[in-house]
């Protein structure tokens, strides 16, 4: 079975860390871009990085730049959002997806999308 599977959420306190895990399984992530995406009640789904197979593209949105980091293992088939100094604001679900690189925006051309796992930072 294809799919990608995010891991890592929880209830943190502001101003801590998480690390979110996104594991493929039925395919190979090592030719493909990978996107972190979160959905926060009421809001919008949110593009928040991307990074390349080769992880030479790697890209954030001003919201999480200097706070959040992202990374990839090849040989794990896993891509990781560490994800420090969070604020209450970064309650939401994250999304981790999978596609061909869009070399305009250096993110996927989505064709795989995990379930999600639930962030919430909350005192």
């Known amino acids: 079975q294809t799919q990608l599977v995010e891991s890592g959420g929880g209830l943190v306190q502001p101003g801590g860390s998480l690390r979110l895990s996104c594991i493929a399984s039925g395919f190979s992530l090592e030719y493909y871009a990978i996107a972190w995406f979160r959905q926060a009640p009421g809001k919008e789904r949110e593009g928040i990085s991307c990074?390349?197979?080769?992880?030479?593209?790697?890209n954030y949105t001003d919201s999480v730049k200097g706070r959040f980091t992202v990374s990839r293992d090849n040989s794990k088939n896993t891509v990781y959002l560490q994800m420090n100094s969070l604020k209450p604001e970064d309650t939401a679900v994250y999304y981790c997806?999978?596609?061909?690189?869009?070399?305009?925006?250096?993110?996927?051309?989505?064709?795989?999308w995990g379930q999600g796992t639930q962030v919430t930072v909350s005192s």
């Open positions: 990074i390349n197979s080769n992880s030479r593209y790697i």
């Open positions: 997806a999978a596609g061909p690189l869009i070399i305009a925006t250096k993110c996927p051309e989505v064709e795989y």
